[in-house]
């Protein structure tokens, strides 16, 4: 079955505009890299996630520990908006996370490669919500879209998101697989179109991960999806966000693209597992490891 979108929206990006707009907003982000309501509207912005092969019970647990005490250890300081963790982990979570409104993500469906079976990717979905997420990360079949089956990918995430129900469903275009920025605002339309509430640029498994130019494309996707049908859609940049300036850079297209109303936890969100001991050393003025080093001891 033929699936198309053209008709319904432009998919047609011209680089040339998004080349001067990502150089205007670099000028803006080089002197908000140091602003501190910034950093720490950024730092409530964050997805903490660790998706190691190595991964286990204790490093979800210690995980949800930090976030839980982290209040009482920063004070004055935003806590995260979730940790995201592999399906196997969200019980670990679960079981030892304590912070109000904070959020469980899983990576779900074949991540990050999402090549499996349908019926695999639905029932792991599934598993996930029942074992304590309540949100679901997941990878559009980027090697049907390659191919043209634009209906595939679609029919897949409207199964997926009528199994998510009310939890929040995150669509990883996976944009470095992608060969331009017509297919990014092309993938972008149609996991908005399946039913997704946030679309994310990447797994962090694959180079080039987030972009100035993916997500300028994919915000600029959201705000024609918005202007058409009155829906809003969150953004979320991973992969690759690794400092204060690349915060600042991705939190100003989202800001001069979407608005100030689409910068809160519940419409855009950073993916990553470094950047908040990053900002918070960043914030606080003095180098700071406190997610990244395996103690719970007071800071």
């Known amino acids: 079955m033929e699936l198309s979108f053209e008709d319904k929206f432009n998919i047609e990006v011209d680089e040339l505009e998004v080349e001067k707009a990502i150089n205007r907003f670099k000028d803006i982000a080089q002197s908000r890299k140091s602003d501190i309501e910034v950093l720490k509207k950024c730092f409530s912005m964050i997805d903490l996630t660790t998706l190691n092969a190595t991964d286990g019970y204790e490093r979800g647990k210690l995980f949800a520990e930090k976030v839980s005490q982290f209040p009482d250890q920063f004070p004055g300081m935003p806590n995260v908006a979730a940790i995201c963790v592999y399906p196997s982990l969200v019980s670990a979570v679960k079981e030892n996370l304590s912070a109000p409104n904070v959020s469980i993500a899983s990576v779900a469906a074949g991540f990050p490669a999402s090549q499996t079976f349908l019926e695999i990717k639905l029932s792991e979905c599934e598993m996930a919500l029942e074992h304590g997420a309540n949100e679901l990360d997941v990878v559009i079949s980027v090697g049907s879209f390659l191919e043209g089956d634009y209906y595939t990918v679609f ?38 179109e399946a039913g997704a509430d946030f679309i994310k640029t990447s797994t962090g498994k694959l180079e080039p991960a987030a972009t100035p130019e993916a997500v300028y494309v994919m915000c600029t996707a959201i705000k024609e999806y918005y202007d058409k049908t009155g829906k809003k859609v969150g953004m979320k940049p991973a992969g690759g966000v690794s400092n204060s300036y690349d915060a600042a850079l991705f939190y100003t297209i989202a800001e001069q693209v979407l608005g100030q109303e689409w910068l809160y936890p519940g419409l855009f969100r950073f993916g990553t597992s470094r950047l908040a001991d990053v900002l918070l050393s960043d914030i606080i003025g003095k180098e700071v490891k406190y997610f990244s080093t395996s103690s719970t001891a007071k800071y």
Do not use: C, Y
């Open 155 to 192: 029919s897949e995430l409207q199964q997926i998101k009528e199994v998510a129900g009310d939890a929040k469903v995150k669509v990883i275009l996976e944009t470095g697989a992608l060969t331009s920025l017509d297919e990014i605002k092309l993938a972008s339309f149609l996991a908005m």
